[in-house]
């Protein structure tokens, strides 16, 4: 199979890779040590995975790798500056939002784009947009609170 | 997932080609939700995968006052969902597209994709035959136009020859005194429907002028009740009316038993949905 | 206890929340090591079958792989992946049936063999190129069949495959006056389903044999020291030479108080002398780990016009899958969930566990007690709709009180299930919706509720030990050395705020050693909710000793007795004159760099071994509306009103019963466990096929923390995190009952059941 050198932008960072057609985005990303992002069922079910691509939620796990060199790819690594969480990461801290926290990447980035697109959501909407992200620890009661709040302070103190 | 070649065309043309050279072997690439699961499943035998992210126009909606509306083939499923003119003229299409709860799905994933996976649960597909979309093909002799009814030719299999794909979808400007509704039943509400039942009528003057019952996940297809439509036209929709066409139309239906639901239990749902859908189709007309 | 409470009874969040917000949180498949194999386990495709032959030549021969291990190679010492046998007062029951690699195959995903190569590519082809003879043998796949006469053995013990007929020690009274005194007597035969536990992160374990001939595992199990011994027996080896390493856990819901895939794992890093990953994709953790316990299970209560409970029996058959694991312990606290629930003087039960050809029912979160009170409160309100009685007026003529043996026999130190039952019944408005008219359209509205007693671990039936130990820095904050077990339900949180409560630090001044063997002194491992009030105590004995050193010391310095002092905002204060006093870390660091000689690193040693298991209380109210054309039930509400005495963190506590109100719905109305008849294949095999409920699933949920505290936990503290999936199911059935008078026997409540019941019932009419 031919192997073939691609650049990919992770967290703002480049990567020159060695790539084969058959391999993930998440294949690619455990290759680079990024292991924040998590594979919980591998058939794009549980949103686990969950990547930003030019912005856009994507299952890393139904991605393939090559298909998205050369774009902007966000993971949970990304989201802190340094020591400063993003909101939404504080605010899953406060809220008690999170327990295993397996599930909380994907959840995290997820809620990241959401966000991102509809920057004052009621409480209803925010459930829709986390539709596709599975948990089995919190039943999603304080995760919609965390986003709710981080929401209000991405009002108040800007979008990172 | 076993090794397989990888192509970005630039053209559709380039995209054919391909096709047509690798055949069954081949497998378009487009959001990628149901094709990459499956072949790391190794459901498929794929040699070839051709992506056809990167050619160029092929992701618009366009409204069209003569035409209809047309979408393309890389039309994420969210921007359908964000579509306020599919919202307010196509809303069933609207609403089977907001349905599926999965925001990454709908992000990453096309309409096109959806309804050339060709299974017959596909809410969307459902939702188009109620609409009388038609598809526009392009392959290596060049293009034609195929009405939904006729996409569909067996369990997962579509009308597309050898090098063809997929362009976009038309959906005809409704007429007025149009109604229509889309109901699914699902175990949660992120699931594969166990079945699905999307109705569109013209009402005018009273009479129903034109129906077009679309059922999904009841038979190896997605199919129109036929029987079901032809008790409408050129009838007052009464109760009466509306209670013998959900019957024909769940005579109608084939279903079977599996993981998500029973055969039973899809043949009386889908004389309850259609009942309901025709209910709602006929408020929304009269509206 | 009406003291002021820095710490304890605060949201604070918890110390490993910024690791797991921030993806740094390793799990046990993100650990890397160099030169790390990946592991992957052959299963057999047939459910029965003799293993005749195995040729593992080719896959041998292939380019990258380092080990091939069939049963040859293993060594041959049963064992019971359960932990119980080494904890248990009476182990006679436990039963050693399974080897790391298995000798026969008993179910679909019963383990053949074992490849360990460079890459997991590599390794599925070896696994390709293994050849298996079988002689396929006819499948058992229901406990049914299985004891029927002339059934195959599955186990060559186990005659009509019964691995275990138990009489439940606790019956008593008479049965047949029991039930002779009744005015109505109620008998029903249910089947609980086969939960799949669906924790996130799928099974995995890393082995890695070091030069020194020490074994390391990096595991999810819940009793490291315990399962290390485990490990110790069957390769022969002493215990110190294992260190069992817990990262961080995915969630296990008790599925990891059993051994999974480590002894195969350990026995490729043996042959291999390299470290091995075995990481299983979601179908595997599916098909091949442990699922909840499964019951068909007949419940008969008897009862008096008046509401008196005259008689209560169980008679279950236990459909235990392919070997015993938890069978048996998992039957006893069902059974001792129906029979102890009430006040009632005649009640029995017995148990038959049978082998299966199935996939190995485990224990999971409620353990035996959920899938009792599916049975005992459906019955109850059968009971009362048969005497015309209000079920909560029948449930509150036979309550329990303080002072009452709870289903362990041991007597109550608090019972508040009285007051949880009004409480609700009062915040949803019981009364008035029970009297409500049902219609809406083609809606049934329904209420219905539930009430559970379950326990704070495994107290009397196990040795509980419990160790902690704590150093404090030079800075004064803390080290806390414990092994406590965290799935997610926030153990070592709770145990750092009460550390930092007794020490008078603030809760970031607590830095956490947890999860190694080597580092953390002896646990019995978690289960049965026995962490915060057993490993809790432990904690807080030993943060008393470390304090009274500081005491001790701080004294010195300011010329007081010790009990003259107070330590509080990390400072230590003469109690009757605040204003003087210490701050902490001076006295540690003088203490830690003296110029006189008198050096002391301030700590302390707690250990603790319970005499008691105060029982949380739960009381849960369910509103439902049932669409009687299709039979779908929508759940409008769930109200639970739960007491676990006081909340060491109360956003914990809200937490695991939301989590645990999630899981009970998709038990009781979409999770699907589908095996299938003839092949004995596990169809239900990922997330699109096996529904768990996502956020548009979820009902409206309010929660109510009633604290009654006891005396007996530390700060007054109950266990919550394990019995909250107990009640919510059968308020749910019991509000489907009221809606529309179906009654729920055969879970889960799915649309297509509910039509046929609704049209049985109109049939009926």
């Not at chain 2, 970005?8 to 054919?16: C, F, K, L, N």
């Not at chain 3, 105590?537 to 003259?564: I, T």
């Not at chain 3, 902490?584 to 603790?608: D, M, P, Q, R, W």
Request: with cysteine; hydrophobic share 40%; charged share 25%.
């Amino acid at each position: 199979m031919k192997k073939e050198i691609a650049n990919f932008k992770i967290n703002g960072r480049p990567y020159e890779v060695i790539v084969t057609s058959n391999m993930t985005l998440y294949d690619l990303l455990r290759e680079l040590h990024l292991t924040g992002t998590k594979r919980s069922c591998g058939v794009g079910q549980c949103g686990s995975c969950t990547v930003l691509v030019d912005g856009n939620p994507t299952l890393a796990c139904s991605t393939l790798a090559i298909a998205a060199r050369d774009k902007e790819i966000l993971t949970i690594e990304g989201l802190a500056k340094g020591a400063q969480l993003h909101p939404l990461q504080q605010a899953f801290v406060d809220a008690g939002a999170i327990q295993c926290g397996f599930c909380t990447p994907g959840m995290i980035m997820m809620a990241k784009a959401f966000l991102d697109e509809n920057p004052k959501p009621t409480r209803k909407e925010v459930s829709e947009g986390l539709g596709g992200n599975l948990c089995r620890c919190t039943g999603y009661v304080k995760i919609v609170d965390a986003v709710l709040a981080a929401a209000g302070a991405m009002i108040k103190g800007g979008n990172p | 997932m076993d090794p397989f070649e990888y192509f970005e065309p630039r053209t559709v043309e380039e995209a054919t080609r391909l096709l047509f050279h690798f055949g069954k072997r081949a497998r378009i690439l487009a959001g990628g939700i149901d094709l990459i699961p499956r072949m790391q499943k190794g459901d498929t035998e794929v040699e070839c995968v051709v992506n056809i992210q990167k050619i160029p126009g092929l992701e618009y909606i366009e409204p069209n006052e003569r035409e209809g509306l047309t979408f393309g083939a890389m039309t994420k499923l969210h921007s359908i969902e964000l579509s306020r003119i599919i919202q307010n003229r196509h809303a069933i299409l609207y609403e089977a597209v907001h349905q599926i709860t999965s925001v990454q799905a709908k992000s990453m994933g096309t309409a096109v994709g959806n309804l050339c996976v060709a299974t017959p649960a596909s809410d969307v597909a459902t939702s188009l035959f109620a609409l009388g979309a038609r598809l526009k093909v392009t392959g290596v002799d060049g293009e034609r136009e195929e009405p939904i009814e006729k996409f569909y030719v067996d369990y997962r299999q579509t009308s597309l020859k050898q090098g063809e794909m997929v362009t976009g979808i038309v959906l005809p400007n409704p007429l007025p005194g149009t109604g229509m509704a889309f109901l699914n039943l699902l175990r949660t509400h992120a699931d594969i429907a166990k079945i699905n039942v999307a109705v569109a009528i013209v009402v005018q003057n009273g009479i129903c002028r034109e129906a077009r019952i679309g059922i999904g996940a009841a038979a190896p297809t997605i199919f129109r009740a036929a029987k079901a439509e032809a008790l409408c036209i050129s009838q007052r929709i009464t109760p009466e009316i509306i209670r013998r066409a959900a019957e024909a139309a769940a005579d109608e239906t084939r279903p079977i038993t599996d993981l998500r639901s029973t055969a039973d239990y899809r043949k009386e749902m889908a004389r309850v949905l259609v009942k309901r859908a025709l209910e709602k189709a006929l408020e929304m007309a009269q509206g | 206890m009406k003291e002021e409470l820095s710490v304890v009874g605060k949201r604070v969040p918890r110390w490993e929340a910024y690791d797991k917000a921030m993806g740094t949180a390793k799990y046990t498949v993100d650990i890397e090591l160099p030169g790390m194999l990946i592991g992957k386990v052959l299963t057999s495709p047939h459910p029965h079958a003799r293993i005749i032959q195995i040729d593992k030549s080719k896959a041998e021969k292939l380019p990258g792989v380092e080990a091939v291990i069939t049963f040859e190679d293993i060594p041959k010492r049963l064992y019971t992946p359960n932990r119980h046998d080494l904890i248990l007062y009476h182990p006679e029951n436990e039963c050693k049936d399974m080897y790391v690699i298995s000798e026969k195959a008993r179910f679909v995903g019963d383990r053949v063999a074992a490849v360990a190569a460079v890459d997991g590519v590599t390794a599925q082809r070896a696994l390709e190129l293994i050849e298996v003879k079988y002689e396929v043998l006819p499948a058992l796949l229901d406990p049914i069949k299985a004891v029927e006469p002339g059934a195959p053995r599955i186990h060559d013990f186990a005659p009509n495959n019964i691995s275990l007929h138990l009489n439940f020690p606790g019956s008593r009274g008479d049965m047949r006056k029991g039930f002779q005194e009744a005015d109505s007597v109620i008998e029903e035969t249910f089947r609980t389903s086969k939960q799949l536990v669906s924790q996130l992160e799928p099974c995995a374990c890393v082995a890695s044999f070091g030069s020194d001939g020490r074994l390391t595992i990096w595991s999810p199990g819940q009793s490291a020291f315990l399962q290390r011994r485990k490990l110790a027996e069957i390769f022969d080896m002493p215990e110190g030479m294992i260190r069992w390493i817990t990262p961080h856990v995915g969630g296990s819901f008790g599925k990891y108080g059993s051994l999974s895939v480590e002894p195969v794992c350990a026995a490729l890093a043996k042959k291999t002398g390299k470290p091995v990953k075995i990481e299983y994709s979601r179908e595997e953790d599916f098909s091949r780990t442990e699922t909840r316990q499964t019951y068909i299970a007949t419940g008969k209560i008897g009862v008096k016009k008046d509401g008196t409970i005259t008689a209560l029996q169980e008679k279950l058959i236990v459909d235990g899958g392919a070997y015993f694991s938890r069978n048996s312990t998992t039957t006893m606290a069902n059974m001792g969930g129906f029979t102890g629930l009430y006040r009632c003087p005649n009640a029995a039960a017995e148990a038959d566990c049978v082998y299966t050809n199935i996939l190995t029912t485990g224990g999971v979160r409620g353990y035996g007690n959920s899938e009792a009170m599916c049975v005992l409160e459906q019955l109850v309100d059968k009971a009362a709709k048969e005497i015309g009685m209000d079920p909560i007026e029948l449930r509150l003529r036979n309550i329990k009180k303080a002072g009452d043996p709870d289903n362990k026999g041991l007597p109550m130190e608090t019972c508040s299930l009285e007051a949880l039952i009004k409480l609700g019944a009062e915040r949803i408005g019981w009364e008035k919706k029970r009297a409500e008219k049902k219609e809406n359209g083609t809606k049934m509205r329904g209420i219905g509720m539930a009430i559970m007693m379950d326990l704070s671990g495994a107290h009397p039936s196990c040795i509980q030990h419990r160790n902690a130990y704590i150093k404090l820095n030079e800075d004064g904050s803390a080290n806390l050395t414990v092994m406590a077990y965290d799935m997610g339900q926030n153990l070592s949180g709770a145990c750092a705020q009460i550390a930092a409560e007794i020490l008078g630090i603030r809760y970031e001044d607590i830095h956490i050693v947890n999860g190694d063997t080597d580092s953390t002194m002896f646990d019995t491992g978690i289960g049965a909710s026995a962490g915060l009030y057993q490993v809790g105590h432990a904690v807080m004995n030993a943060a008393q000793e470390a304090r009274s050193q500081l005491l001790d010391r701080a004294g010195k310095r300011l010329g007081v007795r010790a009990d003259e002092l107070e330590a509080k905002n990390r400072r230590v204060y003469i109690k009757s004159d605040p204003q003087r006093g210490i701050s902490i870390g001076e006295v540690t660091k003088e203490a830690t760099y003296n110029f006189k000689g008198e050096h002391l690193n301030i700590s302390g040693k707690g250990s603790f071994s319970p005499t008691q298991s105060p029982p949380p209380f739960a009381a849960v109210f369910a509103e439902v509306e049932v669409d009687i054309e299709t039979a779908e039930v929508k759940l409008s509400k769930i109200l639970y009103v739960n007491d676990s005495g006081r909340p060491i963190n109360p956003a914990t506590v809200e937490g695991q019963v939301e989590g645990g109100i999630a899981q009970s719905v998709g038990y009781c109305l979409t999770e699907n466990c589908v095996i299938n008849r003839e092949s004995g294949v596990l169809e239900s095999d990922n997330f699109t096929t096996y529904k768990i409920p996502s956020t548009l699933d979820m009902p409206e949920t309010e929660i109510i923390l009633y604290e009654e505290p006891v005396a007996s936990g530390p700060f007054g503290a109950k266990a919550a995190g394990h019995g909250v999936t107990i009640a919510v199911n059968p308020a749910i059935a019991n509000a489907i009952y009221d809606a529309v008078g179906v009654f729920i026997t055969d879970m889960p409540a799915t649309p297509e059941k509910m039509f046929e019941a609704l049209r049985r019932r109109q049939a009926a009419i």
